[in-house]
């Protein structure tokens, strides 16, 4: 069994202070940091680009877990790769070409992630499952910071973890959205590796981070 990693989203950070914000994260235990990245046009909602992750990179040694929530995908993967991206993870729906954006992250020696919205079926993705090294199991549609938790992901998460078993493919499965100390146990136990969370880490505990990062890996 992977050891359970925590990635906190940036997008619940204070934004005046995310080179502080990025530090606090580091020293409290986060894995990885998760960079939501947002143009307006895919999601509803527009937050940073490559200038500032290049900023940013400066405060940290952990690993940066990009979120490009971005269409079209495929011409800006470059960028992000040499502000100082280490996971890039694309949706299928903001790229021509699956494969190719998939071949192109790692031609660029990043690790590769696929994210999956709630209302997309596996079976999109299911070709390009052997190529990447993440899933990116979305439990909200994504957009926002701070939203409900969608139950029905639990049943995709366990299908992925059996796809991986059965065909022995190594990929992490991370969860994005809603995840709270009241969900995290069955989140990991359907089979993710990775938690993605935002609001919970900032605001629960008085903003404890490290008692919350602490916390969400309990099982
Ligand atoms: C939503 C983002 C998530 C979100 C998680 O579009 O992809 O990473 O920020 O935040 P919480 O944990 O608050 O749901
Ligand atoms: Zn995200």
Redesign the pocket.
Known sequence: MKKIQISP?I??ADFSQLGNEIKRLEEAGADMI?V?V?DGHF?P?LTIGPPVIKALKKHASILFDV?L?ISPVHKYIAAYADAGADIITIHPEATDNLKDSIKHIKDLKKKVGVSLNPNTKISTIEKELKYIDLILV??????????K?IPDVIEKIKSLKKIKEEKNYNYDIEV?????FENSRDVINAGANIL??????FKENNGNIKKNIETLKEV
């Open positions: 989203s997008l619940s998760h939501d947002m999601v909602n979120h929530m979305m439990s909200v549609y994504p957009g926002f910071g701070g939203q938790f994005d959205g809603g995840i709270n993605v969370s935002g609001t919970t880490i």
